[in-house]
């Protein structure tokens, strides 16, 4: 069955400090995946999202970057980080092909101070 | 640019009680739209409907989706505490999903 792993869990930094967010994904082949942002009371945000190692295509311009190295590891950057970066981080991982379910890893709660 | 508004945006009710929540969406190239519930952390997939007019249907959990009006509906019957969450509608459209800012449902025993 297929697994999604999501580190840390929380996570305290502060203003100007770096940032990398691991995400990987077991049991599935070439699937499409995506970070998201949840803001306090609000949806899901689409940062990033990537249908191959290498590919990726970014949805809101910021000082975020995300990296694809391997077939199911997808990373989440910020050489510096700002205030407004500080919110819930969830991965997740579809099917590949598009028009499918997502599967959501736990989360990161992120606060930058 | 994509758009997916769901109402209302929070709900109080008590157990026993049904509800209906809704969601409409304005998306290039649609392909599916999808339900999810989300208690503490991660959001799980509830429904993914992609034909007009074909009721999906889990337990007390129903969707449905109208595409010629462009929304969709979930109802929740016999509510129960265990369904309070907050409720996610996606749509899927040109390669990548735009989510609603979610009802926030409130059961209370």
């Known amino acids: 069955s297929q697994t999604i792993h999501q580190w840390p869990a929380t996570l305290v930094q502060p203003v100007g400090s770096p940032l990398s967010l691991e995400c990987t994904v077991e049991g599935t082949s070439n699937p499409n995946l995506y970070w998201y942002r949840q803001a306090a009371g609000r949806g899901l945000q689409l940062l990033f999202y990537s249908v191959g190692i290498g590919q990726i295509s970014s949805e809101v311009p910021q000082n975020l970057s995300a990296s694809r190295p391997q077939d199911r590891q997808f990373i989440l950057s910020s050489k510096k980080l700002l205030l407004s970066d500080s919110g819930f981080y969830l991965c997740?991982?579809?099917?590949?092909?598009?028009?499918?379910?997502?599967?959501f890893g736990p989360g990161t709660r992120l606060t930058v101070t | 640019e994509d758009k997916v508004v769901q109402s209302p945006l929070s709900l109080v009710v008590h157990e026993g009680d049904t509800v209906t929540l809704n969601c409409s969406y304005e998306?290039?190239?649609?392909?599916?739209l999808l339900w999810y519930k989300q208690e503490k952390k991660a959001p799980t997939f509830l429904f993914m409907l992609?034909?007009?007019?074909i009721e999906k249907k889990s337990g007390r959990l129903s969707s449905i989706l109208d595409k010629k009006e462009l929304f969709s509906i979930l109802n929740i019957t016999a509510t129960q505490t265990g369904d309070s969450a907050i409720y996610l509608c996606a749509v899927e459209g040109a390669g990548k999903s735009t989510f609603g800012d979610g009802t926030t449902l409130t059961v209370k025993p």
């Open positions: 998306v290039t190239n649609f392909r599916s």
């Open positions: 992609t034909s007009s007019g």
């Open positions: 997740a991982w579809s099917v590949s092909g598009g028009g499918y379910e997502q599967y």
